[in-house]
């Protein structure tokens, strides 16, 4: 359920047009009050854990190839940057090229 929570208010954080825009944290709050009863508790305890956390500079992330440690893990960036990889050949097999 943490890992759902996270998820749902990473991308309301982010410029997504289909959910309104980028939301601050105090309307992250308004939309999880929306949720259904078993979720509501997970997001409102991630959005207070995650106000506490600095921002990671993603503008440093240029590419695909090259995916800078913004403040992960080790074994995590290692995992996230062989994921992308194979993203990449699966959409290479479908004549996407990125």
């Known amino acids: 359920m943490k890992l759902g929570a996270v998820d749902a ?3 309301l954080l ?3 047009a289909y959910q309104g825009g980028t939301h601050s944290f105090d309307a992250v709050l308004e939309v999880a009050e929306r949720n259904p009863l078993h979720k509501r508790p997970w997001m409102r305890e991630l959005v207070a854990e995650m106000r506490k956390l600095a921002p990671p500079p993603i503008e ?4 695909f190839e090259h995916i800078p440690n913004i403040g992960i893990p080790s ?4 995992m996230v940057r062989q994921r992308v990889q194979e993203g990449r050949l699966l959409l290479r097999e479908h004549g996407y090229l990125l």
Do not use: K, L, V
């Open 60 to 63: 440093s992330i240029t590419s």
């Open 14 to 16: 982010e410029p997504r």
């Open 75 to 78: 074994a995590m960036h290692d």
């Open 9 to 11: 208010i990473c991308s």
